[in-house]
């Protein structure tokens, strides 16, 4: 594995499991830009609204930087940046199986 920390360059190594505990040496953050949508049943009987990742981001983070006060501030705004601000009147529907999708 060739995967490097996003802030400071480190190669990051794999976990390693042991018997009673892992070595972690990385926090990988699943991020991106996202819209809001909802599934719906086709009786109309309940919906789930959840937001659809469009384009993902993966960051990963060693444990050095991991504790950095900045570091701290830019993974939540990564974070945040992924959720949508805003929800659009008319959203476009989509039926799978026995469900309708609509995104916002």
């Known amino acids: ?11 990051v190594h794999p976990t ?6 892992a ?4 926090f990988r953050m699943h ?8 599934i719906e049943d086709r009786d109309g009987r ?4 959840f937001d659809r990742l469009l384009s993902p981001q993966e960051i990963l983070t060693c444990l050095n930087c991991f504790s950095l006060p900045d570091v701290v501030v830019f993974l939540e705004e990564a974070w945040a940046r ?3 601000s805003s929800r659009r009147e008319s959203p476009a ?4 199986g026995r ?3 609509r995104y916002l």
């Open 99 to 101: 469900t309708s999708v």
């Open 46 to 49: 309940g919906a789930v609204h």
């Open 16 to 21: 390693v499991h042991l018997r009673t505990g």
């Open 93 to 96: 529907a989509l039926t799978v």
């Open 23 to 26: 070595l972690v040496d990385y």
């Open 82 to 84: 992924g959720l949508p």
């Open 31 to 38: 991020t991106g830009h996202t819209e809001a949508a909802v």
């Open 1 to 11: 594995m060739d995967a490097r920390c996003y802030h400071c360059g480190r190669e």
